[in-house]
């Protein structure tokens, strides 16, 4: 894959991120990441492996989006080699409606690696900015 396909291919996983935030979607949100992956919340909270990552999903993501959702975008990639990226991440608190609330945004990096042709995400770290 060139480093265009790759980009277009990190924008579609942190897409259906979004996508399955938005539409309070365990499985889908889980099989996006690796086995062995590790995520870190936006309170610190560290998840090690799917299993656990799915477990913490499973309980927070249902009812999550009742007052507001998320938007997430790219904002830029680092290729730290062919199979592996370094994403970071434009996360916007959205209303019901559409609009973006004027609350603090979140920064995700998302480290991912290409795993037979699919991209992963192998760890996660969620910030809020203050």
Same mark, same amino acid.
């Given at each position: 894959?060139?480093?265009?396909?790759?980009?277009?291919?990190?924008? =579609?996983?942190?897409?259906?991120?979004?996508?399955?935030?938005?539409?309070?979607?365990?499985?889908?949100?889980?099989?996006?990441?690796?086995?062995?992956?590790? *995520?870190?919340?936006?309170?610190? =909270?560290?998840?090690? #492996?799917?299993?656990?990552?799915? !477990?913490?999903?499973? &309980?927070?993501?249902?009812?999550? $989006?009742?007052?507001?959702?998320?938007? @997430?975008?790219?904002?830029?990639?680092?290729?730290? /080699?062919?199979?592996?990226?370094?994403? =970071?991440? /434009?996360?916007? /608190?959205?209303?019901?409606? #559409? !609009? @973006?609330?004027? %609350?603090?945004? $979140?920064?995700?990096? @998302?480290?991912?690696? /290409?795993?037979? #042709?699919? *991209?992963?995400?192998?760890? #996660? &770290?969620?910030?809020? %900015?203050?």
């Amino acid at each position: 894959m060139t480093i265009t396909q790759d980009t277009t291919e990190i924008e =579609k996983l942190v897409a259906t991120v979004q996508h399955a935030q938005q539409n309070e979607l365990p499985e889908e949100f889980i099989g996006l990441f690796r086995e062995d992956a590790i *995520w870190t919340t936006a309170h610190g =909270k560290r998840l090690t #492996g799917r299993d656990e990552i799915a !477990s913490f999903t499973r &309980q927070v993501l249902p009812g999550a $989006g009742a007052e507001a959702l998320a938007s @997430y975008e790219v904002a830029h990639v680092l290729f730290i /080699r062919p199979d592996v990226a370094a994403v =970071k991440v /434009r996360q916007r /608190r959205v209303a019901p409606d #559409g !609009s @973006y609330l004027d %609350v603090a945004e $979140g920064s995700p990096l @998302y480290v991912l690696s /290409r795993e037979d #042709g699919t *991209w992963r995400i192998a760890a #996660g &770290q969620n910030t809020v %900015v203050l």
